[in-house]
């Protein structure tokens, strides 16, 4: 890591004067690019994966859910270790132990190792996205932190659309294999990038106090805490499992109720993808403008409605508009997650809140592709996302009755 003079707190009346806080929004979005890119490309992989390695239907979902399950576990590790240790360190040990994995899995022989591998990476994968929102907020201002905080999560959308527009292209070049390797890029971009940072000034003001509290137990500090920390859980909890529902599943969907080659689910999924994103930039620019709570009341409600309308249609042109849409409103409350978090809990626990309360729901988000496989098998992939819309009714319960207004709050 380069020696350079720390930043000095950035007003909320102006701009930051120094690029390092566009250096650390570029290190934490292409992070979290790579989280998004390796997810994906597993998705499109599965059948090939499956026909190569001869797994079973519940073999080839185990690999998805126990990456979900490594990464929950990282979450929660490296979170708690960023707290203590610094952003920027502990996210580069992240992206080490993902890129030395990711490379594994390519010369995997079976179900077990390539399990294993898929397991550990996602271990690397869990503490992208909360560190990452951490130095990002703590490196802008607050009239800025929503917008800036959805920049990040665009990362995620930018690694999965890159995924999808790829992946149809060289797959059948370079093998199932080959992705793998092709997956551990972004990560050495992301090193190379973040290896160039400091820690922000709010965090090493924070990290000179003699004691350093214990981050778990300030997520449960009080009971308005409390309250906080259920209705973020149940917020994440609807955005992973509703997205992983969606996402890992889509292309399938495509293929068998239209018939849709392998070329055409990913133009389809990708103009959906775009959706997403478009909603994450939105999100976080309305959020900064009106508040946080009516925006995610906002987008839930488009959520119930666009998956309820999704799922009715039959006509590929009317599915195209109607899924950039649909991807709007059910990914674009990302956008928000990492300011609504970074301003509920103070620097001492701001990682480890981030990391833990999002991979809870990344918990409960692994179990969105098995349920939607089984209701999809017993009935149809029609009814499957249709009953998707619900869970976003049991998301606008929770904003309104346990999230807190946080605009403007300058961050502890």
Known sequence: MTSQPLTQPVSDAEAPTSPYAWKALAGSAIGYAMDGFDLLILGFMLPTISA????????SGALVTW??????????????????????RVLTWTIVLFAV?????????????????????????????????ALAAEAWPASKRARVSSYVALGWQSGVLMAALLTPLLLPV?????????????????????????????????????????????????????????????LCSVQNFGYYGIMIWLPTYLSKTLGF??????????????????????????????GRKPTFLIFQAG??????????????????WAGAVMGMFVNGMIGG?????????????????????????????????????????????????????SIYVL??????????????VELE
Not at 67 to 88: C, H, K
Not at 263 to 288: E, N, P, R, Y
């Open 101 to 133: 994995f990711t490379g594994m899995c390519a010369f995997a022989q079976g179900f077990w190792d390539l399990l294993a591998y898929r397991t550990i990476a996602g271990v690397g994968l869990g503490g992208e996205f909360g560190i990452g929102m």
């Open 395 to 408: 998301d606008m319960i929770a904003t309104i009755f346990l999230i807190p207004e946080l605009k403007g």
């Open 174 to 234: 370079v093998g199932w294999r080959g992705m793998f390797l092709i997956g551990v890029i972004p990560a050495l971009v992301a090193w190379f990038i973040r290896n160039r940072l400091h820690e922000p000034e709010v965090f090493v003001r924070s990290s000179r106090t003699k004691k350093m509290p214990n981050a778990f137990r300030l997520l449960v500090a009080d009971g308005k805490t409390t309250r906080t920390s259920l209705g973020i859980v149940i």
């Open 303 to 320: 959520a119930v409605a666009m998956v309820l309308y999704y799922a009715r249609l039959s006509d590929p042109m009317t599915m195209l």
């Open 337 to 389: 997650y990492g300011a609504l978090i970074s301003e509920a809990y103070p620097t001492a626990a701001r990682a480890t809140a981030q990391n833990v309360l999002f991979n809870i729901g990344r918990a409960v988000g692994g179990l969105g592709p098995i349920v939607v496989g089984a209701i999809a098998a017993t009935y149809s992939f029609q009814l499957a996302i249709a009953l998707l819309a």
């Open 52 to 59: 190569a390695l001869a797994l079973g239907t519940s073999q």
């Open 261 to 290: 080659s392998l070329t055409k689910s990913a133009m389809w999924t990708s103009v959906t993808i775009v959706g997403m994103m478009l909603g994450v930039i939105a999100f976080g620019h309305l959020a900064d403008r009106i």
């Open 67 to 88: 990456t979900l399950i490594g990464a929950v576990a990282g979450g929660i590790i490296f979170g708690a270790l960023s707290d203590r240790y610094g952003r920027v």
